[in-house]
């Protein structure tokens, strides 16, 4: 199975500012995956990292305010660019396709932001 | 756009009961997974069905993907008070993964 790790666990920002999480894997992956869910709501998908290339957003995500890297097959960055209190939520990121778990889909800890 | 819904959003068993959830899908999804996310947890990979009216059984749990691949459902039977937390589905037309609004499952001891 993959571990994933998340930096920072949790944050409060003050709006205005932009924050960079960053999210480890301890193993090479094929897809990752970048989400949020405030708390007692379902996940909704921000963006697939890809490697190499520029992410894929989902409708109402746009890159100026998310932008992520992915600069090889076991990191991505997700930043949350001039915050604002609707912006608080938990940021998890997650990856697929490691060895062989292959339809496995794991999640890192999470980010709570909390934007003031 | 994608949307995933499930029902019912809540629901409360007594200890040893059964227990299901379905998932709907607007859209034919290529393939579905099931999540179990505890209160203060991050989801866990239950399971992925790909094929259509497939089954798989995990112990108590049973999942079933609809012949039209646009629905599913996630029956645990003898619920246990280890089976508290919320369960997702997921899936999509592709390789993204659209969270349905999930159910949480309060068992009662």
């Known amino acids: 199975s993959a571990v994933i790790s998340q930096k920072p666990s949790r944050d409060i920002c003050q709006r205005g500012t932009s924050l960079t999480i960053q999210c480890q894997v301890d193993?090479?992956?094929?897809?990752m995956f970048w989400y949020r869910q405030q708390p007692g709501q379902s996940l909704t998908l921000i963006a697939t990292a890809n490697q190499g290339s520029e992410a894929t957003y989902e409708s109402g995500f746009v890159i100026d305010k998310f932008p992520i890297s992915r600069p090889n097959l076991t990191f991505s960055t997700l930043t949350v660019s001039n915050m604002s209190p609707e912006d608080s939520s938990i940021y998890l990121c997650?990856?697929?396709?490691?060895?062989?778990?292959?339809?496995?889909?794991?999640f890192g800890p999470g980010t709570r932001l909390l934007v003031l | 756009g994608q949307q995933v819904m499930q029902i019912p959003q809540y629901q409360h068993v007594q200890e040893g009961e059964d227990f299901t959830t379905y998932c709907n899908s607007s859209?034919?999804?290529?393939?579905i997974q099931w999540y179990k996310q505890r209160p203060g947890g991050h989801p866990v990979f239950l399971i992925q069905?790909?094929?259509?009216?497939e089954v798989k059984k995990q112990k108590r749990l049973t999942f079933q993907f609809g012949e039209a691949k646009k629905n599913s459902s996630l029956h645990i039977t003898a619920t246990q008070t280890t089976d508290v937390g919320t369960y997702f589905c997921a899936g999509g037309p592709g390789n993204q993964f659209y969270f349905g609004t999930g159910t949480s499952l309060t068992v009662i001891p």
């Open positions: 859209t034919t999804l290529s393939n």
């Open positions: 069905l790909v094929k259509s009216g």
């Open positions: 997650s990856a697929q396709g490691q060895g062989g778990f292959q339809e496995t889909q794991y």
């Open positions: 193993s090479q992956v094929t897809m």
